[in-house]
T-cell receptor
Framework: DAGVIQSPRHEVTEMGQEVTLRCKPI?????LFWYRQTMMRGLELLIY????????DSGMPEDRFSAKMPNASFSTLKIQPSEPRDSAVYFC????????????FGEGSWLTVV | QQQVKQSPQSLIVQKGGISIINCAYE??????FPWYQQFPGKGPALLIA?????SEKKEGRFTISFNKSAKQFSLHIMDSQPGDSATYFC??????????FGQGTTLQVKP
């Protein structure tokens, strides 16, 4: 089975540009998560969805960040406008709904904002 | 407020030695305690997990020890191998299904 698929794998963009990261979760998984990883802050949960509905977006840094899940097989994380401090690895992950279920991570989108 | 505190930040162990990484949490509502392993350029992957109804779980060379009263749990890697060199994250989860991760421990196993 295919795992969580993220695109692009690497993105270099200029400050002020819009960035869109994409994710296809594992088929049949009800929950989808967006995490951000940096050296300073580790793995931070930005937002998660259950059954395509955003449940907790308290980790979204500011209004420049937005996430959508229009259907069970696709989600986007958008940054507009991007800033150098947004440089990080962004992970999408999915899991079957409920506590105690393994969360499966994609390989990440490496974002550099110059 | 940091809900999960992980230590040490980095660890160097000789091949064949025991690697020990510790985590402490604050909220007693958490009921799922996994450890994730991450290799460079890859996403984290589940290594082993425990529920609070048991104090220890072993899978091969990897053991989780859990102390509910102290709100602490630890990962022990026996007979550490160079291939175990990676970053390890503890995490805590509750009935929401989401996980909150510790800061990570970079393990280097020297041949």
């Amino acid at each position: 089975d295919a795992g969580v698929i993220q695109s692009p794998r690497h993105e270099v963009t200029e400050m002020g540009q819009e960035v869109t990261l994409r994710c296809k979760p594992i088929s049949g998984h009800n929950s989808l998560f967006w995490y951000r990883q940096t050296m300073m802050r580790g793995l931070e949960l930005l937002i998660y969805f259950n059954n395509n509905v955003p449940i907790d977006d308290s980790g979204m840094p500011e209004d420049r960040f937005s996430a959508k899940m229009p259907n069970a097989s696709f989600s986007t994380l958008k940054i507009q406008p991007s800033e150098p401090r947004d440089s990080a690895v962004y992970f999408c992950a999915s899991s079957p709904q409920g506590t105690g279920n393994t969360i499966y991570f994609g390989e990440g989108s490496w974002l550099t904002v110059v | 407020q940091q809900q999960v505190k992980q230590s040490p930040q980095s660890l160097i162990v000789q091949k064949g030695g025991i690697s020990i990484i510790n985590c402490a949490y604050e909220n007693t509502a958490f009921d799922y305690f996994p450890w994730y392993q991450q290799f460079p350029g890859k996403g984290p992957a589940l290594l082993i997990a425990i529920r609070p109804d048991v104090s220890e779980k072993k899978e091969g060379r990897f053991t989780i020890s859990f102390n509910k009263s102290a709100k602490q749990f630890s990962l022990h890697i026996m007979d550490s191998q160079p291939g175990d060199s990676a970053t390890y994250f503890c995490a805590v989860g509750g009935n929401t299904g989401k996980l909150i991760f510790g800061q990570g421990t970079t393990l280097q196993v020297k041949p």
